[in-house]
């Protein structure tokens, strides 16, 4: 016995759509796998919370797979899930391997449900990637992973050991006795320099232009891009970062690129830093964020660049959800 997986998303909750949706799905899923439709055993159907006019097996029976045992049922309301959505599962008398067919966006990239897969999301700083990247992975319920984060550390390491930070050899020579890691709780990302969360004291605006000046280093970027990609490898995750896309996952299933204008990425670093309570001058704050993108940008291992195949979103006149949306409309309809 073979089980095949199916699912659609529909555009309304009405019955025409329902049978029309649930038509397409069963032979799609016949065509593909090559099969005629007396040997399909049994058909189990799940709608999402949200459809109500119809029965997918009576639109199964109505589109003549009468011969297999049908079912329908409906799933609770889950948080994240996709809207409008119909899955399948079938079972097949015969030894194949299965093609599962997801139409219209409806593979839903949950942690429970999917193979492991990463979204790199790059750009400089302000972009609004961090806030992009955290909402996705929520919706998801996959890891965040701030790379930023990493080379924040480093920075903050060095500032606090009177180390300078131009100074690779000084610099890799610290970084060789510190335990650098990051952990979660309760989904949130904390940065540990030997077992001290720094996730707080990273962000103090001198260790900007810091971690951007540790981050040119090769052997710092390597080992870092080491940890990176054995997280990525072991968990669904969205990164945020400038070089991962490009370098350290080139291979991402989904790979996004975020800019804006100076104007607004040094408007939203600005009000980040007075609601935490840092007094900084808009004006310097801007400059500095133009010197570090060029600073970034000119690296001559792995700079900030958008990889040829990054979907490019100006997010200069977006809000947030609208971004987010966009990244996730791209998404479902490339799963
Ligand atoms: O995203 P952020 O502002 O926290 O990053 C701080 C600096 O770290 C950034 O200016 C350059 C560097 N960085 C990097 O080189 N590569 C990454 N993937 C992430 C950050």
Do not use: W
């Not at 899930?81 to 997801?102: D, Q, W």
């Not at 940065?191 to 090769?218: N, Q, Y």
Request: with cysteine; net charge negative; glycine share 4%.
């Amino acid at each position: 016995m073979v089980v095949i997986r199916g699912a659609t998303t529909i555009a309304a909750d009405t019955k025409e759509e329902i049978q029309k949706s649930v038509t397409e799905l069963l032979e799609q899923i016949v065509s593909r796998n090559n099969l005629k439709r007396e040997e399909l055993v049994s058909i189990v159907f799940s709608s999402t919370s949200d459809i109500h006019s119809y029965y997918p097996a009576k639109a199964a029976r109505e589109a003549g797979f009468e011969s297999a045992s049908l079912f329908s049922a409906q799933e609770p309301e889950i948080e994240g899930g996709l809207a409008l959505c119909i899955r399948t599962m079938i079972f097949v008398e015969k030894n194949i391997s299965p093609h599962h067919v997801y139409l219209r966006g409806a593979k839903v990239l949950r942690r429970d449900i999917t193979d492991i897969y990463n979204v790199a999301i790059d750009g400089p700083a302000g972009s609004g990637k961090s806030t992009v990247a955290k909402l996705l992975a929520r919706d998801y319920n996959i890891l965040y992973l701030d790379t930023g984060a990493m080379y924040r550390a480093c920075a903050l390491k060095a500032l606090e050991a009177g180390v300078e930070v131009a100074d690779e050899a000084a610099i890799v020579s610290l970084m060789r006795d510190v335990r650098l890691d990051v952990a979660y709780e309760n989904g949130t990302q904390k940065t540990l320099l030997d077992g001290r969360d720094v996730s707080e004291d990273i962000r103090r605006p001198e260790i900007s232009m810091a971690a951007s000046t540790v981050s040119k280093h090769p052997s710092v970027r390597l080992h870092l891009v080491e940890k990176q990609r054995e997280i990525a490898g072991k968990f669904s995750c969205v990164l945020d970062g400038r070089d991962i896309g490009t370098f350290v996952l080139p291979d991402a299933a989904y790979k996004f690129f975020l800019t804006a204008t100076p104007e607004v990425r040094a408007k939203r670093r600005y009000e980040e830093l007075l609601a935490k309570g840092h007094a900084v001058d808009f004006e310097e704050l801007k400059a500095e964020i133009i010197r570090r993108n060029e600073q970034d940008s000119t690296r001559a291992l792995a700079p900030l660049r958008r990889a040829d195949d990054a979907v490019l979103v100006d997010t200069s006149n977006m809000t947030i959800e609208e971004v987010v949306a966009t990244v996730k409309k791209f998404i479902q309809e490339n799963t």
